[in-house]
């Protein structure tokens, strides 16, 4: 499902500029003039980032945030002229997770709200039919027990994970978890997803094998 991203700014065009860069990397917009109609569209639809505006009619951007905190961690990135660093540890300090400021480069807001969320989804906790991976902590569980994996088995878990129902070939995954300097056989893959598949006990066929090509991680959460 496609991310959405609310613009809150009382100039249209700016609007229009950003929605346009969000849109081509796959993210559904929705707009609002003010703060007030911003948390009429927070009330009635599901938001999953705000970029927000200060000096706006109505209700400006301190408050906004202010009342999105009261009722949501979504983030909140602050798009504002207000380049003081006062005004900026001001919105971290009511809860923004990102500040820019104005002239901005719409592609670096786009990178900034890639990032924003590529952080997000690594520290969400994945959990499939009594398997539970906390990538903040680095743990895995099963059934409330922790497995005792070594950093690389847990990496690659993670990745398998992240990417659930693709295929990855093995150069893939060589490449990701060992990183692209890495210069070791492929098997070193193999060696390593046979040794987690021992530890995942019955939660092992998750990691399923596409022969001649790579793995897959498949589970019912």
Known sequence: MNKTVLIVDDESRLRKLVADFL???GY???EAENGRIALDVLDRAAVDLVILDVMMPEQDGWTVCREIRKKSNIPVIMLTARGEEIDQLFAFEIGADEYITKPFSPKILTA????LFRRLDRDKQFSYDGLTIDPTARQVLIANQFLDLSPKEYDLLIYLAENKGKALSRQQILDHVWDYEYFGDL???DTHINR???KLQDKHTFIQTIRGYGYRFEAAK
């Open 28 to 30: 559904a917009i929705l």
């Open 112 to 115: 900034r709200v890639n990032s």
């Open 196 to 198: 987690l598949r021992a």
């Open 187 to 189: 098997r070193t893959v």
């Open 23 to 25: 849109s081509r990397e």
